[in-house]
Nanobody, 123 residues
Framework: QVQLVESGGGSVQAGGSLRLSCQAS????????MGWFRQAPGKEREGVAI???????SYADSVKGRFTAYRDNAKNTLYLQMNSLKPEDTAMYYC?????????????????WGQGTHVTVSS
């Protein structure tokens, strides 16, 4: 049974930092594409970062230079280090997995989602 469990959300002032974690289980983690998505109130869900070992990491333009996604394959864990947070980063953040990518990762080929963790950035 595939499970993705996020943690690390919370409230922070603008300019601050948070680190999100996603504990994965139930599949071959090291092979999968792992990603972070977010959804702000009244907006569609959008991709934040997506990564696969050996294929690099892609970021949304809005977070480049501020967010870093990285994974620990030995711990089956994905992280999102978020620095220089802005009020517009306020959203529910979701961990996502594409279990059997053919090549690189695709924002639209997600097989499983976590329940989400909320991030609030105040000005």
């Amino acid at each position: 049974q595939v499970q993705l469990v996020e943690s690390g959300g919370g409230s922070v002032q603008a300019g601050g930092s948070l680190r999100l974690s996603c504990q994965a289980s139930g599949y071959t983690y090291s092979r999968a594409c792992m990603g972070w998505f977010r959804q702000a109130p009244g907006k569609e869900r959008e991709g934040v970062a997506i990564t696969r070992t050996g294929f690099g990491t892609s970021y949304a333009d809005s977070v480049k230079g501020r967010f870093t996604a990285y994974r620990d394959n030995a711990k089956n864990t994905l992280y999102l280090q978020m620095n220089s947070l802005k009020p517009e980063d306020t959203a529910m953040y979701y961990c996502a997995a594409e279990l059997n990518p053919i090549d690189g990762c695709s924002w639209s080929s997600i097989d499983y989602w976590g329940q989400g963790t909320h991030v609030t950035v105040s000005s």
